[in-house]
């Protein structure tokens, strides 16, 4: 059904011609550019099939022997997989840090994927690679605001790079450890350095038993990739308890201070700005101080955080991130561009150099091209997506969507505060919040247990969040993410929470009130709910 013959004809139809006018794919390209959200609404219902169901329709291992229509396969996508897609335009949608996309991104992303430009060299995109630096520039402009002359030497210089363009925050906060790692470990007399001698050599040379990063336990498990790939291992990084949810600056002190004692040396502390589960941004300026007296690099993974600096009322929020010798920043989180495009930007232009790559068919020494301090290999046009929104909203328009999100969070949090059987457990500092569903007779009475018999009411609490979060998700209306963090009013005890991302521009006042009021119903049903009063009212309250 739906076979083409295998004919070289047929095969070069394909690549050169649309189909014909009322094609099923003109079709869906028709209904996109009409209304995307009343496309999505149509196709894409988190219907109630279960994951086991969904993988029956992809479990063929074998590649299929002819070639298929391009229509029919449109109509089977449809069924297959956009159908069984998740919503992540609709408002009450909030449970992630991925969200609506402004429309402009489908047709222009048409442009980026038919011009097939490769970035890793100019031979292969030319006027893209300008382009990508001048993004680069852009973005290091907005953290480091350095005069106009350093844009001027540095923007286009073969010879420096102001950041790596990439697909993500992953790859930005590893390609930002790679380069403090070579430059700690670099070429001396009697040495070549650790990118070409290897890191046993290294670390005989510099004698040093370890190298190691530091975080709070609130960092991105990125990092834990990162010190893995670049040979440090995960032991080697040192995640800071974080009750108050941020790096006590004192406590990296003494604790930097302890494993250099011990004969190991510190490449990096990384300092978040907005952590991915509540958006706490790390105490920078303070951690900037401490990283000076270490004498280690300084990262900011502002992944997630790092667009609020468009933002003139809440940049203050990141004071510091100036000081970062090296920064994350995603612009497919809240710059609102597709997937697939993140940065890392480096104070001194000079530092890439410590990962620079040359061959010789390509990436040749003195050329401009990309590819020679980036970690990838071949990359898209994405940058020109970032350049689009950049212009398309300018900096008052980010102003003006992140603003919105961070008020909006704030809004959330007071109507939290103000429902009688739910507990705000994480303030908003950027646009994220926490919160669980605790019952006003349950909150009363864990101000008047001893400490066991809080914990084992918050075990019970735990299960009921679970409950709500999961019935809710399959009832497919909103979605609230779940995560379990050291909250301040519990210390030494990890309850579990809702999680809201409050990006999507749509979402409003009603919005989030109908969230709550739905958890509210699916909670009182629940067994969970039950059990949990019964156990409070036979608990003993202690004297306080
Ligand atoms: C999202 C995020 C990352 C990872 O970025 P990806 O684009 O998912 O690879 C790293 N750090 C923080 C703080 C993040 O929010």
């Known amino acids: 059904m739906g076979e083409a013959q295998v004919s070289l004809e047929h095969l070069f139809r394909v690549f050169t011609k649309p189909e014909h006018k009322d094609s099923k794919l003109a079709q869906i390209e028709q209904h996109l550019s009409d209304n995307i959200l009343d496309f999505l609404s149509q196709h ?69 994927v038919g011009l097939n430009q490769n970035l890793v060299k100019i031979e292969t995109s030319k006027a893209f690679t300008p382009l990508e630096r001048q993004v680069l520039g852009m973005m290091h402009n907005l953290v480091y605001d350095q005069p106009q002359g350093f844009y001027d030497n540095h923007l286009h210089s073969a010879a420096h790079s102001l950041g790596a363009f990439c697909s993500g925050g992953t790859i930005a906060n590893i390609t930002a450890l790679w380069v403090a790692r070579n430059k700690l470990l670099g070429p001396q007399k009697g040495f070549s350095g650790v990118a070409k001698a290897g890191l046993a050599a290294a670390y005989r040379h510099y004698g040093i038993n370890n190298l190691g990063v530091m975080c709070s336990k609130r960092g991105h498990y990125s990092l834990s990739k990162a010190v893995d790939v670049l040979g440090l291992g995960r032991e080697q990084l040192l995640t800071v308890p974080a009750p108050k949810q941020t790096l006590d600056p004192a406590k990296a ?78 612009a497919h989180k809240q710059m609102y561009v597709p997937m697939g495009a993140g940065m890392a930007l480096f104070k001194d232009p000079q530092n890439a150099n410590a990962v620079r790559h040359h061959a010789q068919y390509i990436l040749r020494a003195g050329s401009k091209d990309l590819g020679a301090t980036t970690l990838e290999g071949s990359r898209n046009g994405m940058a020109m997506m970032v350049y689009s929104a950049l212009h398309i909203f300018g900096r008052k328009g980010y102003e003006l969507l992140i603003d919105r999100s961070i008020d909006k969070a704030k809004d959330f949090a007071q109507m939290i505060d103000k429902a009688q059987d739910f507990e705000l457990t994480t303030t908003p500092i950027l646009s994220l919040l926490t919160y669980r569903v605790c019952p006003a007779e349950v909150q009363e009475k864990l101000k008047h247990v001893n400490a066991k018999t809080r914990n084992a009411i918050n075990e019970k609490i735990d299960a009921l969040v679970v409950a709500v979060q999961k019935q809710q998700r399959e009832a497919g209306k909103s979605f609230v993410s779940r995560t379990r963090l050291e909250a301040p009013d519990y210390p030494s005890q990890c309850i579990t929470v809702f999680r809201v991302v409050l990006a999507n521009p749509l979402t409003s006042h009603n919005d989030l009130a109908a969230i709550l009021a739905e958890q509210h119903l699916i909670a009182k049903e629940t067994q969970a709910w039950k059990e949990l009063m019964d156990f409070v009212r036979e608990t003993e309250t202690v004297a306080s």
């Open 253 to 330: 002190l003494r604790i930097g201070k302890r494993y250099q004692e011990e004969g190991n040396k510190l490449l990096a502390i990384v300092g978040v700005g907005g952590t991915t589960e509540t958006g706490h941004v790390d105490p920078l300026d303070e951690l900037a101080d401490v990283a000076e007296e270490l004498g280690c690099w300084f990262h900011v993974d502002a992944a997630w955080g790092g667009a609020t600096l468009f933002s003139a009322r809440y940049r203050d929020r990141l004071k510091g991130i100036e000081r970062a010798d090296s920064v994350t920043i995603d």
């Open 44 to 112: 894409v219902v988190t219907k109630k099939t279960s994951l086991e169901e969904i993988e029956k329709d992809f479990s063929d291992s074998k590649v299929p022997e002819s070639p298929e229509f391009v229509s029919t396969h449109a109509e089977s996508l449809l069924d297959k997989l956009v159908a069984h897609s998740v919503n992540t335009y609709s408002p009450t949608f909030i449970g992630h840090m991925t969200s609506a996309l402004p429309y402009f991104h489908l047709p222009l992303s048409k442009l980026m």
